[in-house]
């Protein structure tokens, strides 16, 4: 993993990362050329801008119980900033934050 600001990762297979504080963790999307989905990138590590939206679902500890559906975590990314969509089932649904720092950073 490689640090290409304080906001952004990038990792194997054209994949890049960021923090997610609604989940509480990474989430990674491609871009650029390869397999799988790939989303457009704005190229500013600084205050990037993914398109089209992000959607994740996962097992998490805001996931439903009792075999129903998993966590869901829905955002646009733009210009540095996640606007996270009213489906999702974390505690930020509705708020846009700024794209936070990396820890290590």
Known sequence: MAALSKKLRGV??????F?????????????????GPRWGYNGNPDA????????????????S???APPAICHSFVTD?????????THAL??????????EDA
């Open 12 to 17: 194997e297979g054209g994949r890049l990362m």
């Open 65 to 67: 119980k009792d075999g």
């Open 80 to 88: 540095g900033r996640i606007q996270f969509l009213s489906d999702c």
């Open 19 to 35: 923090w997610c504080p609604g989940c509480d963790g990474a989430h990674q999307i491609g871009v650029g050329d390869g397999p």
């Open 48 to 63: 990037p801008t993914f398109t089209p939206s992000v959607l994740v679902t996962y097992d998490g500890p805001d996931a």
């Open 93 to 102: 649904a509705g708020q846009t934050v700024d794209v936070p720092d990396w």
